[in-house]
């Protein structure tokens, strides 16, 4: 049972990315997918959420990346994303997906490295 993201890198501000995590060991269609960033010095904070079909697929977003931010999940792939764009030096942090909207997700991904800089 493993969540791997991918698609992070080194982007000026303004620009974009489209982050992915990839289930393996178990289908993402029976859950809810949260993305979770942890900046440096600064507590890990919840991002996005997609709800899983029971949930109706909903999305929810932290009030600073609305608009900014598009959770998303193909169901067939087994993979969920998250396109950012217009990053701001701000964004910089590690992103995580996790097999929940909360921090008792059960399954997180090892992270990865977005950095915002001109």
């Known amino acids: 049972v493993q969540l791997m993201e991918s698609g992070g890198g080194l982007v000026q501000p303004g620009g974009s990315l489209r982050l992915s995590c990839v289930a393996s060991?178990?289908?993402?269609?029976?859950?809810?997918i949260g993305w979770f960033r942890q900046a440096p010095g600064k507590e890990r904070e919840g991002v996005s959420c997609?709800?899983?079909?029971?949930?109706?697929?909903?999305?929810y977003y932290l009030g600073s990346v609305k608009g900014r931010f598009t959770v998303s999940r193909d169901n067939a792939k087994n993979t969920a994303y998250l396109q950012i764009n217009n990053l701001k030096p701000e964004d910089t942090a590690v992103y995580y997906c996790?097999?929940?909207?909360?921090?008792?997700?059960?399954?997180w991904g090892q992270g990865t490295q977005v950095i915002v800089s001109s």
């Open positions: 996790a097999s929940d909207c909360n921090d008792e997700a059960s399954t």
């Open positions: 060991g178990f289908s993402l269609i029976h859950f809810d």
């Open positions: 997609i709800r899983s079909q029971y949930g109706d697929g909903a999305t």
